[in-house]
């Protein structure tokens, strides 16, 4: 029976030579695809945290924060930075709590008694028009400098002939009609760049006429808001605008 059982196995290796070998080849086949798979969930495991890290990021990001509380009126000046225009700003003149603190911001406003060109008291609310009171707007420049305007787009709508006004300063009306209408233009014609104004025309108490004067500094401009009749002594406000821009800008104030 042995020999038997010997002849049926001989026949089964002749009849099936290969099948040991085909074995061998399925299982490396097999444990190649499990590598595969491993490698596959390894690089979506790996995707996901990527996904999830960015998503936090984002989140983060994107999360409200709230702002910075205000400084105290009377504070130190802080140094604010307006399209990156350095300015150091006594916090008592901030006339908008919400913008008194340091830093970037697009736009603050200031006001300051006249002619001292300290920051007024607090407890004396300042209006537009105030006779003793001069406003500041520093924002972030959006049109033309006011030296380019004076050339180019003013001389298309004031009148051809100039208004009379105080010695020494040229003055000239908006023409019914235009965007500026209801309006003269105030210069320095020896140096416009010093002095250069809109103003406003009022025969009404209620509603003084004020003028705006206007310097481009840097990527900044500073508006200067004061009433119409300092036009008399223009000179004199054109020395103080001077000195209250340098005031801002020095670098210990």
């Given at each position: 029976m042995?020999?038997?059982?010997?002849?049926?196995?001989?026949?089964?290796a002749?009849?099936?030579?290969?099948?040991g070998?085909?074995?061998?080849?399925?299982?490396?086949?097999?444990?190649?695809?499990?590598?595969?798979g491993?490698?596959?969930?390894?690089?979506?495991?790996?995707?996901a945290?990527l996904?999830?890290?960015?998503?936090?990021f984002?989140?983060c990001?994107?999360?409200?924060?709230?702002?910075?509380?205000?400084?105290?009126a009377d504070a130190?000046?802080?140094p604010i930075?307006?399209k990156?225009v350095?300015?150091?700003?006594?916090?008592?003149a901030?006339?908008i709590?919400?913008?008194?603190?340091?830093g970037?911001?697009?736009r603050?406003?200031?006001v300051?008694?006249w002619?001292?060109?300290?920051?007024?008291?607090p407890?004396?609310?300042?209006q537009?028009?105030d006779?003793?009171?001069?406003?500041?707007?520093?924002?972030?420049a959006?049109?033309?400098?006011?030296l380019?305007?004076?050339?180019t787009?003013y001389?298309?709508?004031?009148a051809?002939e100039?208004t009379?006004g105080p010695?020494g300063?040229?003055l000239f009306?908006?023409?019914?009609?235009?965007?500026y209408?209801?309006?003269?233009?105030a210069?320095?014609p020896?140096?416009?760049?010093?002095f250069l104004?809109r103003?406003?025309?009022?025969?009404?108490?209620l509603?003084p006429?004020t003028?705006?004067?206007?310097?481009?500094?840097?990527?900044a401009?500073v508006?200067?808001?004061?009433?119409?009749d300092?036009?008399?002594d223009?000179?004199g406000?054109e020395?103080?605008?001077?000195?209250?821009i340098?005031s801002l800008?020095?670098?210990?104030?």
């Open positions: 042995s020999a038997h059982m010997s002849a049926n196995m001989a026949a089964t002749a009849i099936h030579p290969r099948s070998r085909g074995q061998a080849l399925a299982g490396r086949r097999h444990a190649r695809g499990r590598a595969s491993n490698r596959l969930g390894l690089t979506v495991l790996v995707l945290l996904g999830a890290a960015a998503l936090a984002v989140v990001a994107l999360w409200p924060r709230w702002p910075d509380a205000p400084a105290a130190p000046a802080l930075t307006i990156g350095l300015f150091n700003v006594p916090a008592q901030m006339r709590a919400v913008q008194r603190r340091a970037a911001q697009e603050i406003d200031l300051f008694a002619p001292s060109l300290a920051p007024p008291d407890a004396e609310p300042a537009l028009g006779a003793d009171r001069v406003f500041v707007t520093i924002a972030a959006t049109a033309l400098p006011p380019e305007r004076l050339k787009i001389p298309r709508y004031v051809t100039a009379p010695p300063l040229s009306a908006f023409r019914d009609g235009t965007p209408q209801g309006e003269d233009l210069f320095d020896a140096t416009p760049e010093k104004a103003c406003t025309r009022s025969a009404n108490p509603t006429a003028c705006l004067d206007e310097r481009r500094i840097g990527d401009d508006t200067v808001r004061f009433p119409r300092w036009l008399n223009w000179r406000v020395a103080g605008i001077d000195k209250l340098a800008q020095a670098s210990g104030s």
